[in-house]
């Protein structure tokens, strides 16, 4: 049983990764993301099994990935994005398949996701609009004036090359020695 399973498992990684190589041969076509209008008209951008990933799916998912890869070139970003959605559809396909999307693990992660989802979708809709520049700037200002108004730290230490240094100087700052004269000998 296991073994038909890992071979099932291994079967369907090696069509992925050839997939995933055959996109990366096609990589090219995308290789200019000035050249790619991600907010003019909702294109078809690929198909994954009679799936259509459109240009609006590719804006939406472009913050999340490429916030991950700050440091990816620019001319790499948007077929890297592309690529991963059509693993991303490809893998939720296999998934369906295997009958996962009827798991409790599946239902609670589609419940977070489905929360996070309206939270944005709220924050942007209908509070978004309502903060201006000015709260921004004035929010902003109150903090950086917490900031500064913290209480200032300042350690105070003296280094010495022994043990037997150290004992003798604590004993001699709980005789009631100044540390300020302390410091000052033994540093």
Same mark, same amino acid.
């Given at each position: 049983?296991?073994?038909?399973?890992?071979?099932?498992?291994?079967? +369907?990684?090696? !069509?992925?990764?050839? @997939?995933?190589?055959?996109?990366?041969?096609?990589?090219?076509?995308?290789?200019?993301?000035?050249?790619?209008?991600?907010?003019?008209?909702? $294109?078809?951008?690929?198909? @994954?099994?009679?799936?259509?990933?459109?240009?609006?799916?590719?804006?939406?998912?472009?913050?999340?990935?490429?916030?991950?890869?700050?440091?990816?070139?620019? $001319?790499?970003?948007?077929?890297?994005?592309?690529?991963?959605?059509?693993?991303?559809?490809?893998?939720?396909?296999?998934?369906? $398949?295997?009958?996962?999307?009827?798991?409790?693990?599946?239902?609670?992660?589609?419940?977070?996701?489905?929360?996070?989802?309206?939270?944005?979708?709220?924050?942007?809709?209908?509070?978004?609009?309502?903060?201006?520049?000015?709260?921004?700037?004035?929010?902003?200002?109150?903090? !950086? $004036?917490? @900031?500064?108004?913290?209480? +200032?730290?300042?350690?105070?230490?003296?280094?010495?090359?022994?043990?037997?240094?150290?004992?003798?100087?604590?004993?001699?700052?709980?005789?009631?020695?100044?540390?300020?004269?302390?410091?000052?000998?033994?540093?």
């Amino acid at each position: 049983m296991l073994r038909n399973c890992l071979s099932s498992t291994t079967a +369907r990684f090696g !069509a992925l990764v050839g @997939v995933s190589l055959l996109l990366l041969t096609a990589t090219p076509v995308f290789a200019q993301e000035e050249a790619v209008d991600l907010k003019g008209e909702d $294109k078809v951008v690929a198909t @994954v099994n009679g799936y259509e990933i459109k240009t609006s799916e590719v804006r939406m998912a472009f913050d999340d990935v490429i916030g991950q890869l700050p440091n990816l070139p620019k $001319k790499l970003r948007y077929p890297f994005v592309v690529e991963f959605l059509v693993e991303r559809h490809l893998l939720a396909q296999l998934a369906n $398949k295997d009958g996962l999307a009827e798991s409790e693990d599946y239902k609670r992660r589609l419940a977070a996701y489905q929360a996070k989802a309206l939270r944005d979708t709220y924050l942007s809709q209908k509070i978004g609009p309502q903060i201006s520049e000015e709260d921004i700037k004035k929010v902003y200002d109150e903090e !950086a $004036k917490k @900031v500064q108004e913290t209480e +200032r730290i300042r350690a105070r230490h003296i280094l010495v090359a022994s043990e037997k240094e150290a004992a003798s100087v604590e004993a001699k700052l709980a005789a009631g020695e100044k540390f300020e004269d302390l410091a000052k000998q033994y540093s």
